[in-house]
């Protein structure tokens, strides 16, 4: 899995069997989650998952065992702005 986040989009990359990429634009995330299962407290990672305006499908657009205080930092990064830019659907 890999993950890149520029100015303008975010794109997510994964899958074993079949690749498959995951491509948003920063002015369309609605939402942001970070998710911390047992095994991730246990490892110290982090799931960030991102919300988007008339996002359906699988899969969705998560970055995955993230390093707790990456994800935490993408996540205040992302948060800050999306709290500046206007929703455009």
Same mark, same amino acid.
């Given at each position: 899995m890999g993950y890149?986040? !520029?100015a303008?989009? @975010?794109? @997510? *990359?994964?899958?074993?069997?079949? *690749?498959?990429?995951?491509i948003a634009e920063l002015d369309k995330l609605q939402a942001l989650r970070l998710d911390r299962s047992p095994l !991730? *407290?246990?490892f110290g990672?982090?799931?960030?998952?991102? !919300?988007?305006a008339g996002a359906f499908g699988? &899969? &969705?657009?998560?970055?995955r065992l993230l390093e707790e205080t990456r994800a935490r930092e993408l996540? !205040?990064?992302?948060g800050a702005e999306l709290a500046r830019r206007k929703l455009r659907w």
């Open positions: 890149s986040i !520029d303008q989009r @975010v794109a @997510v *990359r994964g899958g074993w069997w079949n *690749r498959w990429w995951r !991730d *407290r246990a990672t982090a799931t960030l998952t991102l !919300d988007t699988a &899969p &969705p657009l998560q970055l996540l !205040d990064q992302l």
